[in-house]
């Protein structure tokens, strides 16, 4: 398959993905997920055993594309729920998928792209990596990454983390347990596949076990938490201050919120 936005490769058993919109900082559109899904979908078909997940250029993923941000004012919440549903799908894919995953984060990761890079099961980043679960900054409610960051890092950092919106760096999201290991940017690929490497001198069919086994035990938990999470994140953005959040966001300007 051909694809617009993305990149994938395949080496030696290991498949890279390569989110390829540079001149948008590899922001998140309607195509990129769709095409990321489907990539995923070759990925399992094949003899595939690790897959990493890069940027292209100096960010790895800069959040919605600012063109789909302009489109979601006035929508419906049947237009909201289906949204919401397609990012609640591709998060899910990648922490579900029943391959290694490792990201490699190359640059900025905010809010979607550091959804992305938590939901990989390694999370590699340079020391000029910057992370933020940014959407309440904006009128957002980060529901559908909130599910899976509070059984990551727990209730106190996960309230820090999505309440305040605020910046992080690689050395605080490794000290979270966010990211395995801070990387120097021209080691950062090499050491990816380095990690694919190990991870494939062991049994590939008792890896799958071992990584179903693990998300079993909260799959329930996460399932229920992301359905009432889509229409938590549908029903926020009929409010006044999701608008007045996106409007000034484009306008580059504080958001004057009318709710108390």
């Known amino acids: 398959m051909e694809f617009k936005t993305i990149q ?10 390569t989110l390829n919109r540079p001149e948008k900082r590899n922001a998140i559109s309607h195509v990129l997920v769709d095409e990321l899904l489907a990539a995923f979908d070759e990925i399992e078909r094949s003899p595939v055993q690790v897959v990493i997940l890069t940027g292209a250029g100096k960010a790895f993923c800069a959040g919605i594309d600012l063109d789909e941000l302009k489109t979601l004012l006035g929508r419906t919440h049947d237009e909201n729920v289906q949204d919401s549903s397609r990012m609640a799908r591709i998060f899910r894919r990648i922490y579900d998928f029943p391959l290694p995953t490792i990201a490699a984060v190359n640059g900025a990761a905010i809010a979607g792209g550091t959804g992305f890079a938590t939901m990989c099961d390694f999370t ?72 694919a490497a190990k991870l494939m001198e062991n049994s590939p069919s008792s890896v799958r076990a071992t990584k179903r086994l693990i998300n079993g035990f909260i799959a329930e938990q996460l399932d229920h938490q992301i359905a009432e999470a889509v229409e938590d994140n549908a029903r926020i953005r009929t409010t006044a201050d999701f608008r007045e959040g996106i409007t000034s966001f484009l306008e580059k300007r504080k958001p004057r919120w009318s709710t108390k």
């Open 8 to 17: 994938l490769a395949v080496d030696s058993g290991v498949a890279t993905i």
């Open 124 to 195: 590699l980043a340079v020391p000029e990596a910057r992370f933020g679960y940014t959407e309440v900054h904006i009128g957002f409610v980060p529901a559908i990454v909130s599910s899976m960051l509070v059984w990551q890092v727990g209730h106190k950092v996960a309230r820090d983390l999505l309440l305040t919106a605020r910046l992080f760096d690689a050395a605080e999201a490794h000290a979270f347990g966010l990211v395995n290991e801070v990387v120097e940017p021209s080691q950062l690929m090499a050491r990816a596949r380095e990690l």
